[in-house]
Each structure stands twice: as structure tokens, then as C-alpha cells.
């Protein structure tokens, strides 16, 4: 696949579209991150404020009253600020002066509580010195807040850059490619189309020039070069031309006769193959629902067979096979659907049955036929059939099950050695025919 190539493009462009997906899902992924750590961050940032609210709230109130529930209150107000400055794992530097700030005012309140009740001067002074602390912590908070939006502001400014400038190099990639494909597509179906319209105007002496074109319509546009030569070297006249039609739709003709006859058709008997005996019963069980009528389905395997296949070879096997199938032919009604579905099986379907009353005389008939011997180089060859019969649609309205049914029972039959038809429906065990 060289650079000349319309597939080569095609993969250049498919894989540029993949890394544009890949950048850009990329790029989105930062932002989104970006946009979390703001909101981490800031979260952080304003339960902190929210603490200090607190404790600056904390702080009026007992600077207001001085008495033992609003230190308390105070404390707890302190505690809760220094629980989160000790949970909080980013901002060290920022969050150690707040711890510093923070255990600087408890030590004070706890100054205050110690001085002695008349010394004014020196709780005025220790009361801006909390309110100095109190606004030290505010200012250290809003300074990390401004701090933390400029900085995160501009990694999430960074990365939309980055995302349009991918985008918008890539999206250029993808059109300038798109751009190239479509040209060279353009001019190599003009070249094609030019040859055709020749060769459709009857000029068999133009050829096209492949040397401009993609790798795929230069192959296309020799094989259109090498169509014209042998259209041209095997020009016949318009007789002989309408008889290699006639000749050619003939063959065609018989060739899917022959491919019918070899898709529904045993090829040794003749008889129908499995695929076209289903499909025959399920259009008969079809008309019998319609009409109302009944149908008989026989199954048949052939005893010693395999012994004569063993001792006088294939060529014998095939022909019993094919002297029961003629056997059958000659025994059943044209009507009657016959088929070989395999070794010596075969079966046949009686349907348009109104009763069952002659279905029983000619599975017998049958039989004897079957018996008979058969010529095969001067040897007599004899089997016999084991047979199993089912009944539709009173024993079942499925076909699989109808000749299940049939099967099963012509095994019974097989193994019983002495009985040559069984029918579970007709006649109970002890009454099968011999």
C-alpha cells in the first residue's frame, strides 16, 4: 500500500480521525479534571471561611458576655477549625499559619481568663489582638482563595487551548486529506468514465493512461485496457454472436436443472434427498390441513445390507439401493412422496389419505417386494426391510415428531428380528407383522 494509493489515504484519514477522538476525549478529560480540582479546592476554601465565620461569631459573643457558656462555645468553635486545618492535606503552608494563628488565640483567651478582673488596659489590648488574628486568618483565606482561582483559572484556560488548537490542527489534518481523496476521486472517474462512454460509442481503439491515477483506479483502468483488447480481438458477427447466446443460455439452462435436480435429489436412486422429502411433507401436511384429509408416513431400513455391502463390495450396495428405490416407484401411487435420507434408510409419505385402511396392505405389499432377490452377477442377493409407520394427524401435528415416531418404531421392528412392520398406533406389540 504506497502513498499513491486510495486505500493508504483511506487509512490516513481513518487513523487521524481516531487520534482527533483521542486528543479531544483527552483535552475534555483535563478540563473535567481541572473543573473537579476547583471544586475540591474551592469546597475546601469556604468550609474553612465557614469555621472562621463561626469562630469570629464565637469570639463577639464572648467578648459580649465573658461568661462560661460562650468560651465554651468558643472552644468548640476553635476545635472545629483546628480539626479541619488538620484534615486538610493540601495548602500546608496556608493551613500551618492558620494553625499558628489559630493556637496563638487560644493561648491568649486563656491569658485573658487568667487575668485578674480590674486590669482593663490589658484585655483591651488582648481583644485587638484577637480581632487582628481573626482578620489575619480572613485575609490569609481570601488571599489562598484568589490564589487558588488564578492558578486553577489558568491550568483550565491552558488546557481549552490546548483542546482547540488539537482540534483545529487535527479538523485541518482530516480536511486536507478528505480534500486530496475527493480530487483524486474526481479525476479518476472522469478517466473511467471517459473510456466507458468511448467504448459505449463503439471506439474499441482508445485505451486510458493509468500513469496519474490512484493505485486502485490504475488497476481498474488496465483491466478496462485489457477488456477492450480481447473485445476487440474476439469481435464475431452478430450470428455468430446470437448463437453463442442461445448456446451459453442452454448450458446455463441445463446447468441449473442439473444443480436443482442435485440439491433436492438422492444422485443414487434418484429418490428424493432429506431437505426436498421435508419440504414435500410439510407442503402435504399443509394440504391435508386444508382439505381434511390424512397422511401415513413409512420408515425404512434395510437388513443385511451392510453384510453385502461387507462381502461383495460397494457395487452391490448400490445396486439393491437402487433396485428398492425402483421396487418403490413401481409399489407406491405417483402422488406418494419417496426419499432416501441416508445409508440404507429411506422413507415414503402416503398423503390425500381419507382413512388409514389401505395403508397397512400396502406397507405389506411393499415388503414382499423388498424381499424378492435381487441380481447382482449372477448372485442372488436378498434383504429385508424392517418398518415403522406413523399416522398424521392423529398421532401428532409436527412433522419432525411424525417422523420420529415412524423411526422409533421401525427400530422396535429392527430389534425385534421377527417383526418386518410395527406401528404403535394400528396394533398393539404382540400383534406386529411378521
Known amino acids: 500500500m504506497t502513498l499513491g494509493s486510495f ?40 468550609q474553612a471561611q465557614f469555621n472562621l465565620e463561626l469562630l469570629r461569631n464565637q469570639l463577639s459573643l464572648y467578648l459580649q458576655y465573658k461568661d462560661d457558656e460562650s468560651f465554651t462555645q468558643l472552644t468548640l468553635a476553635q476545635n472545629k477549625m483546628t480539626e479541619q486545618i488538620h484534615n486538610t492535606k493540601r495548602f500546608q503552608k496556608v493551613m500551618t499559619n492558620l494553625e499558628r494563628m489559630n493556637n496563638t488565640l487560644e493561648r491568649l483567651l486563656l491569658h485573658e481568663k487568667n487575668l485578674a478582673g480590674d486590669n482593663l488596659q490589658a484585655k483591651e489590648l488582648l481583644h485587638s489582638r484577637y480581632n487582628m488574628i481573626v482578620q489575619s486568618m480572613d485575609e490569609e483565606l481570601s488571599a489562598l482563595q484568589r ?38 476521486f474526481r479525476k479518476g472517474f472522469k478517466v473511467l468514465r471517459l473510456g466507458l462512454d468511448e467504448m459505449r460509442s463503439g471506439n474499441m ?11 486502485e483506479f490504475a488497476v481498474m483502468a488496465n483491466c478496462f485496457n485489457s477488456m477492450k483488447d480481447s473485445l476487440q480481438q474476439s469481435t464475431v458477427t452478430r ?18 436443472e442439473q444443480l436443482i435436480y442435485l440439491s433436492e435429489k438422492d444422485p443414487l436412486t434418484g429418490l428424493n434427498n432429506r431437505r426436498a422429502f421435508m419440504a414435500a411433507v410439510e407442503n402435504a401436511t399443509a394440504k391435508a390441513n386444508r382439505t381434511g384429509l390424512k397422511m401415513a408416513l ?5 437388513n443385511k445390507f451392510k453384510e453385502i455391502n461387507d462381502t461383495f463390495g460397494h457395487y452391490a450396495g448400490d445396486e ?5 428405490a425402483r421396487r418403490m416407484e413401481v409399489c407406491f401411487r405417483n402422488t406418494d412422496i419417496l426419499g432416501r435420507i441416508g445409508g440404507d434408510e429411506f422413507v415414503v409419505c402416503l398423503d390425500l389419505l381419507k382413512d388409514f385402511n389401505g395403508v397397512l396392505p400396502k406397507t405389506e405389499k411393499f415388503a414382499r417386494m423388498v424381499s424378492e432377490p435381487i441380481d447382482f452377477n449372477g448372485e442372488k442377493l436378498h434383504v429385508y426391510p424392517s418398518i415403522g409407520i406413523s399416522f398424521y394427524p392423529d398421532q401428532t401435528r409436527s412433522i419432525n415428531h411424525l417422523v420420529k415416531l415412524a423411526d422409533e418404531d421401525m427400530y422396535r421392528a429392527k430389534n425385534s428380528e421377527s417383526v418386518l412392520i410395527w406401528s404403535s398406533y394400528l396394533f398393539p406389540e404382540e400383534k406386529q407383522i411378521s
Open 205 to 215: 481503439e482508445s485505451r486510458i493512461t493509468s500513469t496519474e491515477l490512484d493505485e
Open 298 to 302: 413409512l420408515f425404512i431400513d434395510l
Open 320 to 324: 439393491i439401493l437402487r433396485q428398492v
Open 239 to 256: 450470428e455468430h454472436l446470437e448463437q453463442e447466446v442461445l448456446r451459453q443460455t442452454a448450458e446455463l439452462r441445463e446447468q441449473k
Open 147 to 184: 490564589n487558588v482561582l488564578e492558578e486553577r483559572l489558568n491550568k483550565l484556560r491552558k488546557a481549552v487551548f490546548t483542546s482547540g488548537f488539537s482540534l483545529a490542527f487535527f479538523t485541518l489534518l482530516i480536511s486536507s486529506v478528505t480534500y486530496l481523496m475527493l480530487k483524486r
Open 7 to 46: 486505500s493508504y489515504k483511506l487509512t490516513l484519514l481513518f487513523f487521524s480521525t481516531v487520534l482527533l477522538v483521542g486528543v479531544v476525549t483527552h483535552s475534555l478529560w483535563n478540563v473535567i479534571e481541572e473543573q473537579k480540582n476547583i471544586e475540591n479546592e474551592m469546597e475546601i476554601i469556604t
